[in-house]
C-alpha cells in the first residue's frame, strides 16, 4: 500500500469510527436537549445564533463582559460574564458555545475557567458552525448519532475519499483529515496549525504559471496585493474584485497613493457565475459577503464577461463562501489559460471536497494541495496547479 492509499483508508477510517459517530450524536443531543448559551455576544454569536435557530436548537441567551440586568442582543438576555452567573448557569444539562476569535492559548484558558465554573460541555462556534454540515451524514438524524447503513453509497462520502485521493504532499493529507476530524469529533484542537508561509506565496508548491498577472477576488483593502509585492514584486497586472463600497473606497485610495501593479483594474463587484444584481451583507470588513440575509444589494459579474483577454497566471478567490459559483463563472478562462489558482475551502465543510472536484471537471490537468493559513481551520486554502500546463 502507497503513502496515497494509506492515506485515503485513514479517511476511511475517521468517518466510519463508531466513537466519532456516537461523538457526533452526543454533541447534537447535548444541543437539542439542553440548556444552550453562548460566550460572546458579537458578530460571531450573532452568526451562531442564526445557526442554531435554524437548526431548530434553543438559545436560553448569550454571556459577555458587557452584560447586565436590562441587556438584551438579537432578542435573546445578555448576561454578565462574571464567576457569579457563570457558576450560577452552569447546571448539568448546560452546555456554552464560546463564539468570539481568539489564539489557541486564550482558548485554552477560557475553557479552563469555564470549567472552573463549573462547565463540563464546552465548544468553539467554529466547530459548531461545520458541524451541522457533517451531521446529517454521519447520522440517521436521530439523537443517539447512528451510522446510516447507506453511507459508503453516498454521493457525499465518494467524493471525500476521491478528493483524499487527489491531494500531492503529506502536509496536504495532514490539512484534509485534521480539519475532517476536528469537525467530527467536535474537538477544535485537531484542526491544523497555521503555515508559517506566507499565504497565496507559498514556496513549497510547484507553480507552474507564478504571479505576473494576477486576478485577486475579495480584494479587500489591497492586503493581497500588497503581500504580493512584498513577497513577489510588482506585478504586471492586477484585476481586482471588491464588492463592499467602503472597502471598495480604500482599495482605490491605497492603490492610487502605492501601486502594486504596473496595470490595475478594479471593479466594485461581486464575482459569481453570471452578471446579476445579488443581495449583499456589507459594512463587516473581511467578511463582507453575497448572503440571502443581506441588507443591501450588489453588482456581481463573471471572469469570463468581463475580462475574457485578461490571460491570467494566477487567481485567489476569498470570497465568503462564493467560490464555487465564481469559478463556474470563470471557467473559459481557466480552460483556456490554466492559471495557477488559490481557493479558499472554509467557508462551507463541503468546498473542502466540492472544489478540487468543480476545477478538475473544468480542466482535468489539475493537480491540488491543501494548506492552513489560520486557527481552527480558518484560512484553509486550496492550491490547484495545472501540470499539463508546462506540457502545452
Not at 481586482?240 to 485610495?253: A, Q, T, V
Request: net charge negative.
Amino acid at each position: 500500500m502507497n503513502k496515497r492509499q494509506s492515506f485515503v483508508k485513514s479517511i476511511q477510517e475517521l468517518i466510519n469510527s463508531d466513537e466519532n459517530i456516537k461523538k457526533a450524536g452526543q454533541i447534537f443531543h447535548e444541543l437539542a436537549t439542553g440548556k444552550v448559551y453562548i460566550y460572546g455576544a458579537g458578530n460571531a454569536g450573532a452568526m451562531t445564533l442564526n445557526l442554531l435557530q435554524k437548526g431548530n436548537i434553543h438559545v436560553e441567551g448569550f454571556f459577555d463582559r458587557h452584560g447586565g440586568s436590562d441587556t438584551f442582543y438579537c432578542g435573546k438576555p445578555v448576561y454578565k460574564a462574571d464567576e457569579h452567573n457563570l457558576h450560577q448557569k452552569s447546571d448539568g444539562e448546560a452546555l456554552i458555545i464560546i463564539a468570539f476569535m481568539c489564539g489557541c492559548s486564550e482558548l485554552e484558558d477560557i475553557e479552563r475557567h469555564l470549567s472552573c465554573c463549573g462547565w463540563e460541555s464546552i465548544y468553539y462556534f467554529q466547530t459548531i458552525r461545520y458541524f451541522f454540515d457533517i451531521y446529517d451524514y454521519l447520522s440517521c438524524g436521530n439523537q443517539d448519532g447512528c451510522l446510516d447503513g447507506n453511507v459508503k453509497e453516498s454521493e457525499k462520502y465518494k467524493k471525500i475519499l476521491e478528493v483524499a485521493a487527489l491531494l500531492e504532499d503529506s502536509e496536504s493529507f495532514l490539512v484534509y483529515q485534521a480539519f475532517l476530524k476536528a469537525v467530527i469529533s467536535g474537538n477544535p484542537a485537531y484542526f491544523s496549525l497555521p503555515s508559517e508561509k506566507p499565504q497565496y506565496f507559498v514556496d513549497d508548491i510547484p507553480l507552474q504559471k507564478g504571479y505576473s498577472r494576477f486576478i485577486d477576488c475579495g480584494a479587500f483593502d489591497g492586503d493581497t496585493a500588497y503581500a504580493l509585492k512584498k513577497y513577489i514584486g510588482v506585478a504586471d497586472a492586477l484585476a481586482l474584485f471588491e464588492p463592499d463600497p467602503d472597502n471598495f473606497n480604500r482599495l482605490c485610495s491605497n492603490l492610487r497613493s502605492d501601486r502594486a501593479s504596473k496595470e490595475q483594474i478594479l471593479f466594485p463587484c461581486g464575482v459569481w457565475k453570471s452578471s446579476q444584481i445579488l443581495k449583499f451583507k456589507s459594512g463587516i470588513e473581511t467578511s463582507s459577503g453575497i448572503s440571502e440575509d443581506g441588507d443591501t444589494f450588489t453588482q456581481c459579474v463573471s471572469i469570463d464577461n468581463v475580462i475574457p483577454d485578461f490571460a491570467p497566471t494566477f487567481i485567489k478567490m476569498d470570497i465568503e463562501g462564493a467560490e464555487c459559483e465564481a469559478l463556474y463563472g470563470a471557467a473559459e478562462t481557466i480552460k483556456r489559460h490554466t492559471p495557477d489558482m488559490a481557493i479558499s475551502v472554509y467557508h462551507s465543510l463541503e468546498h473542502l471536497w466540492e472544489i478540487p472536484l468543480l476545477i478538475k471537471s473544468i480542466s482535468p490537468g489539475y493537480v491540488f494541495y491543501m494548506r492552513s493559513h489560520g486557527l481552527y481551520g480558518m484560512e484553509t486554502i486550496l492550491y490547484a496547479v495545472n501540470q499539463a500546463a508546462n506540457e502545452l
